[in-house]
């Protein structure tokens, strides 16, 4: 039995342990400890007090996947419910579907008893704030929902360096089952119902017990274009060692063309509960915790530099 997750999967990991050691399923754990990391309000990038979009809402983003059956679950851009992966794995075990957005999302969730919550919190409301009001002239900043081309102002806000906050947890459970589950609020500013790459079967999350589980964190945009956590899956099947395969899926990133490429991050498990780590940027780690081990711990992701580039901003304005 593993347990492998995103570093700020801390708060999450050992409790996702306890319960596959109490015999619990792959996809209990995966609830279990993204739960605990979406209810940090310490933690930005996921769940409450996650950072919001443009217009001050947070929206979240949450898959999970069990790789015994290929099962699915998924919601983007959900407002005003803390437990993203809990809602998405409701849409994996009650409805036909895989994924859920916006209002459809939130109104499956109020169905399934989740609590309305006001996800928006001090300090992201302020970072928001004191950016925008920096970024922006102020008579766009205080009529930004009144704004016809709200689409300019993207550009202008977003930041590559608060694309990538997410929680990324895997397990492999006593069965041998593996699942894999992601949750984020999405890149900062982002144009509301901006979906990234942690609700995408495929792109931010996959599992497949046969072979193993990926799931990301990064610019979702470049994991969705190269289905990322599907690729590193798909390595494995191919028969490529687990750290050969992680390494390959971060390479083809560079194949990506246009402006807009930035840090990608991924954690992997092969069938046998092996585990690594990968990241483009320059330092980082992420954690494991087996089943003899009393906490967790950390380990180094292997880095894999890619060719970023970011758009101009003033050009791309300029440009229509
Ligand atoms: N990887 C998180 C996002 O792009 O939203």
Redesign the pocket.
């Known amino acids: 039995m593993i347990v492998v997750a995103s570093t700020n999967g801390i708060v999450g990991i050992d409790a996702a342990m306890r319960v596959l050691k109490a015999g619990g399923t792959a996809v209990d754990a995966v609830e279990t400890g993204i739960r605990l990391v979406e209810a940090n309000g310490d933690d930005h990038s996921v769940g409450y007090g996650g950072y919001p979009n443009l217009l001050g809402d947070v929206e979240l983003?949450a898959s999970i996947m069990d790789g015994a059956t290929l099962a699915a679950g998924a919601v983007g851009a959900l407002r005003n419910c803390v437990y993203a992966i809990s809602v998405a794995r409701k849409v994996m075990e009650r409805l036909p579907h895989v994924f859920l957005v916006g209002e459809g999302a939130a109104r499956f969730a109020r169905e399934m008893g989740f609590d309305r919550v006001d996800l928006l919190t001090e300090e992201p409301q302020s970072v928001w704030e004191n950016r925008l009001r920096r970024d922006l002239p102020a008579h766009v900043f205080e009529h930004l929902n009144q704004q016809p081309d709200l689409w300019r102002w993207v550009d202008v806000a977003t930041d590559p360096e608060k694309?990538?906050?997410?929680v990324n947890f895997l397990a492999q459970d006593a069965e041998g089952q593996i699942c894999a589950g992601a949750s984020?609020s999405?890149?900062a500013w982002k144009y509301p119902g901006r979906l990234?790459?942690?609700p995408v079967i495929g792109a931010?999350v996959y599992a497949d017990d046969r072979f193993g589980a990926a799931a990301?964190?990064?610019?979702?945009?470049m994991?969705i274009r190269a289905c990322t956590a599907h690729s590193i899956v798909f390595y494995l099947k191919m028969g490529i060692p687990l750290q050969d395969a992680g390494e390959r899926a971060m390479r083809d990133l560079n194949d990506l063309g246009g402006a807009y490429l930035s840090d990608m991050n991924f954690i992997a498990i092969d069938r046998d509960g092996r585990h690594a780590g990968f990241m483009s940027g320059e330092v980082g780690a992420y954690l494991f915790m087996a089943e003899e081990m009393s906490a967790p711990e950390e380990a180094p992701r292997t880095r894999v530099e890619l060719n970023k580039r970011w758009a101009n901003r003033v050009q791309v304005q300029d440009a229509t």
Do not use: H, N, Q, V
Not at 216 to 221: A, I
């Open positions: 983003d694309a990538w906050g997410t984020t999405g890149w990234g790459d942690s931010g990301c964190t990064g610019t979702g945009e994991a």
